[in-house]
């Protein structure tokens, strides 16, 4: 119970950032994983991957050039998926993480670490919106059993 409890509220983290009014209440939220590997589905909207990857890629570039040890672990173990199409037509992204302790991975977050202007603040926070859809769930922790040994 304690777990779900956990994943739920995660996943109320995950969707505040897209609903939140302004730059300043999604810079609030921090969102951290625990466990070997973590993982977190998305649904954004069919129109909209292209903007979504652009995020995505704008993250990449910001972990990149904050370069500290732990943005580089970030980086290291950090896959995004983008997957099935789903009976509402929007796409099913999955980031698979080896999440590293303490880190935030919140996409916002560590865009504005990067980007300090509030003008492209607010137009990456709009675009994100935008693409945004749903949040469909975090799951992380221990690996149990590894098949590959």
């Known amino acids: 119970m304690r777990r779900l409890?956990?994943?739920?509220?995660?996943?109320?983290?995950?969707?505040?950032p897209a609903f939140a009014r302004d730059t300043q209440a999604a810079q609030q939220q921090k969102f951290t994983l625990d466990g070997d590997v973590a993982m977190w589905?998305?649904?954004i909207r069919p129109?909209?991957?292209a903007d979504f990857?652009?995020?995505?890629?704008r993250v990449k570039e910001a972990l990149?050039?904050?370069?500290?040890?732990?943005a580089k672990q970030q980086l290291a173990g950090w896959?995004?998926?983008?997957?099935?199409?789903?009976?509402?037509?929007?796409?099913?992204?999955t980031h698979i993480i080896n999440p590293v302790p303490g880190a935030d991975y919140n996409l916002l977050q560590l865009l504005y670490t990067a980007v300090t202007d509030p003008a492209e603040q607010q137009k990456l926070f709009e675009l994100y919106k935008g693409?945004?859809?749903?949040?469909?769930?975090?799951?992380?922790?221990p690996i149990v059993v590894d098949m590959s040994k």
């Open 64 to 70: 990149t050039k904050v370069g500290t040890p732990e």
């Open 47 to 49: 129109d909209k991957t």
């Open 131 to 141: 693409a945004f859809a749903a949040n469909l769930g975090v799951n992380f922790g």
């Open 79 to 93: 896959r995004v998926l983008r997957g099935a199409k789903m009976p509402d037509g929007n796409i099913i992204y």
């Open 41 to 43: 589905s998305v649904a």
């Open 5 to 16: 409890s956990g994943v739920l509220l995660a996943g109320a983290m995950l969707m505040l």
């Open 53 to 57: 990857e652009t995020i995505l890629n």
